[in-house]
């Protein structure tokens, strides 16, 4: 006698009354997804309690199956989180792993569970509830780095830092204010990661294979067990929507774009060219040839993953581009890049606070580096401007007092009065050679959003409200 379903002989799958063959075993291999699906084992769990709660609530089950399937469920939790778990490849997912453990458990009882449910809906909901979970983690995680850049911000308020355009030197800034630039781009990735949690805040328990259930189910009721705080109204969007998977994604990819950044600038900075800041040395690595070495390796390796990040985005978009309704096998290539990225991104958070912490800044050579260059040079400009010269022959006096000081290799500084004077009578006054000090330039930007002193402190009060309102 052939095996039909889960009632024993030699096919033993779900779906095993239609075949008369067993499945190939390079073909079981291959679309099997329990060596990573396994990942969702507590929230398919979470999910089956619920379920089977709301069985029992519509008279579906009784109360006593009801019981010992909860109970049973709650035993396989327990040997999943001790460790004692065997997962069988042959049972192609998590799902079939823990309904075959459990009827092992309770019986033929066990496959009551699936009453009303179909494993599409059911992977559905585990999807939901993980984007859920790690949606939150990490939007936890990016608030405890923003707190980190806020910190230092305020450390260094009185380091005043070279700006720059086109990777040279543009105008003089606050250290703190370049600081808070990243703060702003990661509440940007925090209040993202807060929009996939909403989008995945939908449940699609009920769907079914495809077109619901005509069993008299309780969808509001598994929702609000589950803490759901809405449901999908249509039964195939339900079970073929992975949208909240990619909004998860993409804004990884961009948190990820925003700390390559960051990271860029750090292996630039600490570099012997730049000499701007120092990493800790339990953040750095060595040369294995070249004893001097101090090597940038974390920052370097955010960068490269940044790559991978992209890549996982892009592998699912093309997965999903030319899919028909409603639940295709192809769906099952979702869960990897998530959970690769959730991985590398929750990994780089919890690393990249402790890196910046342990970073120093090299203050003297960050002085003489402002020292040494034309960064004031808009400010001459403006001054110019606001004397009445159009700001183009402004710009156009100040480019030629730079050209000759290049020329002459000579500071700004140390042009004569009557160099000045050549250049245009307004530039021997007191109130321009003021502007030659990088601090005055950088406390003449006093505009909401601007570099002085006064600014970004009227900032760091506002990203601490924001911090606050954050949490809670």
């Known amino acids: 006698m052939k095996g039909n379903g889960l009632t024993g002989g030699k096919q033993e799958k779900p779906w095993g009354g239609r075949f008369r063959e067993p499945l190939d075993k390079k ?66 997912d998590i799902h079939m792993n823990i309904e075959r453990k459990l009827t092992e458990k309770i019986g033929p009882l066990g496959g009551k569970l699936h009453t009303a449910r179909s494993r599409n809906d059911q992977v559905a909901l585990d999807m939901h509830l993980y984007v859920k979970k790690e949606a939150l983690d990490v939007g936890n995680s990016i608030l405890l780095l923003q707190k980190t850049l806020l910190e230092l911000a305020k450390k260094y308020l009185d380091v005043i830092f070279p700006g720059y355009t ?23 990735d925090r209040e993202r990661f807060m929009e996939t949690f909403r989008h995945a805040d939908m449940m699609p328990l009920g769907a079914g294979a495809l077109s619901g259930t005509s069993f008299p189910i309780d969808r509001e009721e598994v929702a609000g067990l589950l803490g759901f705080g809405s449901l999908y109204e249509n039964s195939l969007d339900a079970v073929s929507d992975r949208d909240f998977v990619l909004d998860f994604l993409y804004s990884s990819s961009l948190l990820m774009m925003h700390l390559s950044r960051l990271s860029e600038e750090l292996v630039l900075w600490s ?36 790559g991978r990040v992209y890549g996982n985005l892009m592998a699912l978009l093309v997965v999903f581009k030319g899919l028909p309704l409603a639940y295709n096998k192809d769906m099952q290539e979702d869960k990897e890049p998530l959970f690769d990225t959730v991985d590398t991104i929750k990994n780089i958070l919890l690393l990249y606070n402790d890196l910046l912490r342990s970073m120093k800044l090299r203050k003297e050579n960050i002085e003489e580096s402002i020292k040494n260059d034309f960064s004031v040079a808009t400010e001459l400009a403006d001054f110019l401007a606001r004397k009445g010269i159009p700001f ?81």
């Open 166 to 188: 086109h990777l040279q030197r543009a105008q003089p800034v606050l250290f703190s204010h370049h600081l808070m630039a990243y703060f702003w781009m990661l509440q940007r």
């Open 271 to 306: 570099s012997r060219e730049f000499s701007f800041i120092e990493l800790g040395d339990a953040f750095t690595t060595g040369s294995s040839m070249m004893p001097q070495k101090k090597n940038p390796d974390i920052p370097e390796l955010v960068r490269g993953k940044t």
């Open 392 to 472: 183009r022959e402004a710009h156009a006096v100040i480019g030629r007092l730079i050209r000759e000081a290049l020329e002459s290799e000579k500071l700004l500084e140390n042009f004569s009065e009557q160099e000045l004077v050549r250049m245009h009578p307004l530039l021997a006054l007191p109130e321009a050679r003021e502007l030659l000090s990088p601090r005055n330039a950088v406390e003449a930007k006093k505009c909401r959003g601007g570099t002085a002193t006064e600014a970004v402190k009227e900032q760091i009060l506002i990203a601490e409200e924001v911090l606050q309102k954050a949490l809670g």
């Open 27 to 92: 073909a079981e291999a291959f679309t099997a997804s329990i060596n990573f699906d396994r990942r969702l084992a507590k929230e398919d769990i979470q999910g089956s309690i619920a379920h089977c709660a709301m069985l029992v609530k519509t008279g579906i089950i009784t109360s006593s199956e009801g019981e010992k399937i909860i109970e049973g469920l709650r035993e396989i939790e327990a040997e999943i989180i001790a460790g004692r778990f065997s997962f069988d490849p042959s049972l192609e």
